[in-house]
């Protein structure tokens, strides 16, 4: 009973923050989200109430939520940062040196099997110990892992792969295991799939290293991530198709939350979207609003055939965004309030893809995690649980806003500078936590937000400003 009375108010909450909401789809995706975790709460001993947060957070104001606000307060908004040969440099170190990033190219000579097969046992065996539960109610069963096992044909890896090339030719999600089923941490829950490990756009350049016993998955390597993908989502082609896409001049980079790709110039042959720092080649003069891009599609037996396509000219810059303080402020802000994907669930971002798409505009290739994000740049100050807070402030004081990410263990964040002696971070999140009474409350927010530092503040986890390890400038 208690349970339902706390539905009821989440609920209520969440339909006056809600009333003018002009996306149907979030708000019943809300909706079913605070459902499912009250529900899990409330079988369990019930210590957290779990609510909507309100839509302006403590401490922000309706000026926050534009990118213009941010710029303004900036000393030197328009300097560059980091010009295209540094770019290509800083890149190449996070390859090279780092191995962050991978540059998939230089497996055109095969791939050691033993290596792709220890690593898959590893990461299967991984999952099994963990014993993680299956959607609904029950732990995954023994049966589930051995058909995952077994279609994982790890025998069928041979000493040296001979690796085919291609590219995610609709948006797939990128698998820790071949199957859609998924698996979770907590009974109940449907958000945080742990065996999604990424989301890849129309367009990724992938090496195809295995393939499921079914047929129905490829394993994949791309420039940031391995898993498995449904084969039907790629098409095969050779190493030389890759180099000539990622090479070819003039390219196009989205530059929006999301962009619509088309198949006629009349733009009514929908063909799928792609997300912020996607780089696609130009083929040929725009027409009108309309930009030519060359659309690698899959024909008959996944083999890769390139069509005319084309992308709003609003959507897109032809080339690099300039690496500015600007640049991805506004960058940033294009995706504000967008909804959360945990690991590009739901065709979304979670906190490190946001930084990702955001700096890809500028030709900046994060690593996929924030741990690894979080070793990138120059670190301008480390801390550890014995820095006080005053010391973190001042540290954040001699960051460079705009181009600044803070990790904290789990999270990411962009900073923006600071407000009447507070820090203030544009971010990807799932929530936060606030002391009430003798306990504390969950408040969802399952978005891009504004906030500031102080969020959590007094909580069972801290605030961020607390749980902060880092000042990193990208540069």
Sequence with gaps: MQAMKRINVAFKNYDKITMNAT??????????????????LSGCAFHEQV????????????????????IAQHPSPDKVILNSEEIRNFNKHITDELKLTKDITQWEKGYPGDELR????????????KNYYQSGAQRASSAFYKDVEKDSNFGAIPEQISVRYGFIVHYADQRFFPTSQGLFAKQGDVDFDELQNSGLDMGTPVAVLHQSLDGKWFYVETELSGGWV??????????????????QDPFVIIAKSKADIYLDLDMNNHYDYVRMGVRLPVDGKPVGERIPIRLPTAGENQKLIFKNAYLKREDVSVGYLSYTPRTIIEQAFQLHNVPYGWG????EQDCSRFLQEVFATVGIHFPRNSSEQAKIGQALAKFD????????????????????????????MLYLGEIEGRPFVIHATWGYREPQGAGQVVRVLNRVVVS?????K???????????VAVVEVK
């Design 23 to 40: 996306r149907k789809e979030e708000y019943l995706l809300g909706k079913k989200l605070v459902l499912l975790l009250i529900l899990f």
């Design 51 to 70: 609510t909507i947060a309100p839509s302006l957070l403590p401490y922000t104001t309706r000026e926050m939520k534009t990118a213009g606000f941010w």
């Design 118 to 129: 220890m690593n898959l046992e590893k990461t299967f065996k991984d999952f099994v110990e």
């Design 230 to 247: 449904e084969s039907s989502h790629v098409a095969l082609g050779n190493i030389g198709d890759v180099r000539e896409f990622l090479s």
């Design 344 to 347: 590009g669930m739901y065709g």
């Design 385 to 412: 649980l014995t820095t006080s807070s005053e010391e973190k402030l001042q540290s954040l004081r001699r960051a460079l806003r705009g181009a600044s990410i803070l990790p904290l263990k789990g999270h990411i």
């Design 452 to 456: 500031d530092l102080f969020l959590g």
């Design 458 to 468: 007094g909580s069972k986890k801290g605030s961020l400003l607390e749980r902060l």
